[in-house]
């Protein structure tokens, strides 16, 4: 894995943990808070930055492809991939009794918003100049 997947990775990690716990802090005030909550963060949160780390090492090997067709191949499967890993572990979360499925299905999200909201933190990832 390039360091610059390991640094990106770093970053949804912390964004995804940070986010978990907002989020359980304010279930913990509107609901009943009980470990299943943790649990379903820890589960969802996992997933998310798994998925995360997936689709960053299958860029990284899409970009060294020198055959196009090949290289859509090989995006196409991990997404499929991936896709199967989140709903695998979405439906786990539903039947195992002592995780909060809901909590886990919201962790799924937030990786993306992470990546949203990135740039008001990063001056690297903000746009030079402007619209005009």
Request: glycine letters at 8%.
């Amino acid at each position: 894995m390039s360091d610059v997947v390991k640094k990106e990775a770093g970053y949804i990690a912390a964004g995804t943990i940070l986010l978990s716990a907002l989020v359980q802090i304010v279930w913990a005030i509107v609901y009943t808070y009980d470990s299943s909550v943790f649990i379903g963060g820890l589960w969802g949160g996992t997933v998310a930055i798994l998925n995360f780390v997936l689709m960053g090492i299958a860029v990284q090997k899409v970009a060294n492809e020198t055959d196009q067709m090949s290289a859509k191949r090989r995006m196409q499967a991990s997404y499929q991939f991936r896709m199967m890993l989140i709903i695998f572990t979405t439906v786990l979360a539903v039947i195992i009794p002592g995780v909060n499925w809901m909590m886990a299905a919201v962790s799924l999200f937030f990786p993306r918003l992470t990546i949203l909201v990135m740039p008001l933190f990063r001056p690297d990832l903000r746009k030079k100049g402007g619209n005009g």
